[in-house]
């Protein structure tokens, strides 16, 4: 892909699209990468902090890019199309970040090449797990193209697209998990003397290293936890306390919690 010439737009740009605008405008030229916002004020903002440019209008954002990203609720999706079609190029790919918001009702309001993804906030420093699916419409050029730009942000990975509610419930939620974890392993930690800011470490670079671990892609996690746990060991009598408290369990359920409510946000529309 041309990096130096290829022409992106950004409708919308909360949390999770500045996160991507960020991890792009690094790899692509940030002069031809335009962003729209319901205030144009918030726009201009992000704009000047990625040197890219602050569309006036969604349309003007969609006018003469060749991937067109849709950052806004799954309520609102269906207008923007209707409001940016008359300038959405001939050749153009629409990439839906909506939630619930199938392929299928995509291509109804407007007959397009459709791409679905699900990002999560590690895009912020380019270490999204980003998921995607797609309409039999998007040609192989133009996939390989979505995932480049999306790459640039983190990992990227193909699924059917009925798994997307399993997605958002793993790595689309997973990260506020894995928060709650980092933030539990440093209160121990300060429960036993360790400075706040030193528990901060200790626990993510630990979680980071384990998580590089299994993608490394040698053992499973479940032989990984058994290297480090030596019999009549610290380690086993940890895990063991995670199990009588049901810390597996209640990961397990969170995560259904998620799925469930993903599941739910097409009827809900």
Same mark, same amino acid.
């Given at each position: 892909?041309?990096?130096?010439?290829?022409?992106?737009?950004?409708?919308?740009?909360?949390?999770?699209?500045?996160?991507?605008?960020?991890?792009?405008?690094?790899?692509?030229?940030?002069? $031809?990468?335009?962003?729209?916002?319901?205030?144009?004020?918030?726009?201009?903002?992000?704009?000047?902090?990625?040197?890219?440019?602050?569309?006036?209008?969604?349309?003007?954002?969609? $006018?003469?890019?060749?991937?067109?990203?849709?950052?806004?609720?799954?309520?609102?999706?269906?207008?923007?199309?209707?409001?940016?079609? %008359?300038?959405?190029?001939?050749?153009?790919?629409?990439?839906?970040?909506?939630?619930?918001?199938?392929?299928?009702?995509? +291509?109804?309001?407007?007959?397009?090449?459709?791409?679905?993804?699900?990002?999560?906030?590690?895009? @912020?420093? +380019?270490?999204?797990?980003?998921?995607?699916?797609?309409?039999?419409?998007?040609?192989?050029?133009?996939?390989?193209?979505?995932?480049?730009?999306?790459?640039?942000? =983190?990992?990227?990975?193909?699924?059917?697209?009925?798994?997307?509610?399993?997605?958002?419930?793993?790595?689309?939620?997973?990260?506020?998990?894995?928060?709650?974890?980092?933030?539990?392993?440093?209160?121990?930690?300060?429960?036993? =003397?360790?400075?706040?800011?030193?528990?901060?470490?200790?626990?993510?670079?630990?979680?980071?290293?384990?998580?590089?671990?299994?993608? +490394?892609?040698?053992?499973?996690?479940?032989?990984?936890?058994?290297?480090?746990?030596?019999?009549?060991?610290?380690?086993?009598? =940890?895990?063991?306390?995670?199990?009588?408290?049901?810390?597996? $369990?209640?990961?397990? @359920?969170?995560?259904?919690?998620?799925? %469930?409510?993903?599941?739910?946000?097409?009827?809900?529309?």
């Amino acid at each position: 892909m041309d990096t130096e010439n290829t022409k992106i737009g950004f409708i919308g740009c909360g949390s999770m699209g500045s996160a991507i605008i960020h991890a792009v405008c690094k790899k692509f030229n940030p002069q $031809n990468i335009k962003i729209s916002a319901k205030h144009f004020e918030h726009a201009k903002k992000v704009a000047d902090a990625e040197n890219c440019i602050a569309a006036a209008s969604n349309a003007e954002a969609a $006018n003469g890019s060749k991937y067109i990203f849709l950052d806004v609720k799954p309520v609102h999706i269906k207008e923007i199309i209707d409001e940016i079609k %008359k300038n959405i190029p001939d050749d153009a790919v629409l990439i839906s970040m909506a939630p619930g918001i199938t392929l299928k009702e995509l +291509s109804e309001k407007y007959d397009a090449p459709y791409v679905r993804i699900m990002p999560n906030v590690g895009a @912020e420093v +380019s270490q999204s797990m980003t998921a995607l699916a797609y309409s039999e419409e998007v040609s192989q050029e133009d996939l390989n193209g979505v995932k480049e730009i999306l790459a640039a942000a =983190g990992k990227v990975e193909t699924v059917d697209e009925k798994l997307m509610s399993c997605v958002t419930a793993v790595s689309g939620s997973g990260p506020a998990y894995a928060f709650v974890f980092i933030e539990a392993l440093a209160d121990a930690a300060v429960r036993f =003397g360790m400075p706040r800011k030193e528990a901060y470490i200790y626990a993510s670079q630990t979680l980071k290293g384990a998580a590089e671990m299994v993608l +490394s892609g040698g053992d499973s996690p479940a032989v990984l936890k058994d290297s480090v746990c030596s019999p009549g060991g610290t380690t086993i009598e =940890g895990i063991a306390a995670l199990e009588r408290f049901g810390f597996r $369990n209640s990961i397990i @359920e969170a995560v259904s919690a998620a799925f %469930k409510k993903s599941s739910e946000i097409s009827i809900m529309r």
